[in-house]
C-alpha cells in the first residue's frame, strides 16, 4: 500500500480504500462534521459509523460539505443490535442512509453476534438477520455487507448456510490484541479483516516498547500500529477528531516496518484488549 487511495479487494470484487477514518465516540454535529470534511480533505476516502454511534447526520454532512464525488468515497454503517432479525434489519438500514442523507452504503455490517448469554436461539437470530443483510445487497443499498465483532464460531455458523459470504469482519485488532484464530480463518475464507481501535483506543501511545521501535523510523506510536495493521494485511480504522492527528494517522507510506521489529510489536508485553468480548456482552 503506497498511499490513501489504495485499496483492498472485497470478495465481491468492490475496491475498499485502505484506511478507514473512525468515528467512534465522535459527537454527532460539528464535530463529527468537521473532522469527516478533514478527514476527506486530507486524502482519507473510506469513512467507517455506526448507528449506535449516533452521529450519523454529522458525518453526512461532513460527506456532502466535502467537494469529492459521492463515487470517490467508500462509507460504512452497522445494524444495531436492537435491530436484529429480517424486518428489523431492512428498516434499519433506511433508518441509517435517512440520517445519512445518503442513496446508499458501501458496506453493511452487523455490529455484534447475537450470543449465547442473551439468546437460546443466537445462532438462528444472526441467520435471520444475515438474510436480510443479503436483502439489502441485492437491493442496491449497501455494496458490499459484513459482520462486526464475529468470532471464529460466528462465521462458521453463519457461513455454512449464507448465500453470499460476509465480504469484511471488523474486529479489535492492535499491538498486544491480535486475534489470530480469527484474523488467518478471515484470510483463508476470503474475507477481509478491519481493525478497530488500532491505537488500542490510545491506550497503546505511551507504551515504552513501542515508542522506541516507532523513534527507529522517525514516526510516532500512532502511525507505528496503523502501518503495522497495514503490513499485517489488516484495514485500520483510527479515529482522531484533531485535524493535526488525523493527517498524522495518514502519513505512515513513507516507511516499511522491518520483520525483525514487525515481530518485537507482535511480541508486545502488558498490552491487551480494550473492548468488550462478542461471547460476553449483555446488550
Ligand atoms: P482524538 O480524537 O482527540 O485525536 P483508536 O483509533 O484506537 O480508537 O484510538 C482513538 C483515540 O486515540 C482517540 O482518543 C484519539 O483522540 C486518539 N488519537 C488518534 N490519533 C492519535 C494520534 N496520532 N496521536 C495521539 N492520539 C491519537
Known amino acids: 500500500m503506497n498511499s490513501l487511495f489504495d485499496t483492498f479487494v472485497l470478495n465481491n470484487g468492490l475496491k475498499i480504500p485502505c484506511i478507514g477514518f473512525g468515528t467512534w465516540q465522535t459527537p454527532n454535529g460539528k464535530v463529527a462534521a468537521d473532522s469527516v470534511a478533514a478527514a476527506i480533505k486530507a486524502g482519507y476516502r473510506h469513512i467507517d459509523t455506526a448507528a449506535v454511534y449516533a452521529n450519523e447526520e454529522g458525518v ?31 428498516k434499519a438500514i433506511d433508518a441509517s442512509l435517512l440520517h445519512l442523507g445518503l442513496d446508499y452504503v458501501d458496506l453493511y455490517l452487523i455490529h455484534w453476534p447475537a450470543n449465547k448469554k442473551q439468546f437460546l436461539n443466537c445462532d438462528e437470530i444472526n441467520l435471520d ?12 443499498k449497501a455494496r458490499a455487507i459484513g459482520v462486526s465483532n464475529f468470532l471464529v464460531h460466528h462465521l462458521e455458523k453463519l457461513i455454512g448456510k449464507a448465500k453470499i459470504k460476509p465480504m469484511t469482519d471488523q474486529i479489535e485488532f492492535h499491538p498486544g490484541y491480535l486475534q489470530e484464530d480469527t484474523v488467518s480463518y478471515c ?36 502511525q507505528l500500529c496503523i502501518r503495522f495493521a497495514l503490513q499485517k494485511g489488516v484495514l485500520p480504522l483510527p479515529k482522531s477528531v484533531n485535524p493535526d492527528r488525523i493527517k498524522e494517522n495518514a502519513d505512515v507510506f513513507d516507511f516499511i516496518i522491518s520483520d525483525e521489529d514487525m515481530k518485537l510489536i507482535e511480541n508486545v508485553k502488558k498490552l491487551s484488549k480494550v473492548g468488550c468480548h462478542p461471547d460476553e456482552v449483555t446488550w
Open 187 to 222: 484470510k483463508r475464507n476470503g474475507i477481509i479483516v478491519e481493525a478497530y481501535s488500532p491505537l488500542g483506543t490510545g491506550k497503546l501511545l505511551g507504551d515504552r516498547e513501542l515508542k522506541k521501535i516507532a523513534s527507529r523510523y522517525d514516526k510516532s506510536v500512532a
Open 129 to 140: 438477520t444475515w438474510r436480510a443483510m443479503e436483502a439489502v445487497y441485492d437491493s442496491g
Open 60 to 90: 453526512g454532512e461532513g460527506i456532502r460539505r466535502s467537494e469529492v464525488e459521492r463515487e470517490k468515497l467508500f462509507v460504512t454503517t452497522k445494524l444495531w443490535n436492537k435491530d436484529r432479525g429480517y424486518e428489523n434489519t431492512l
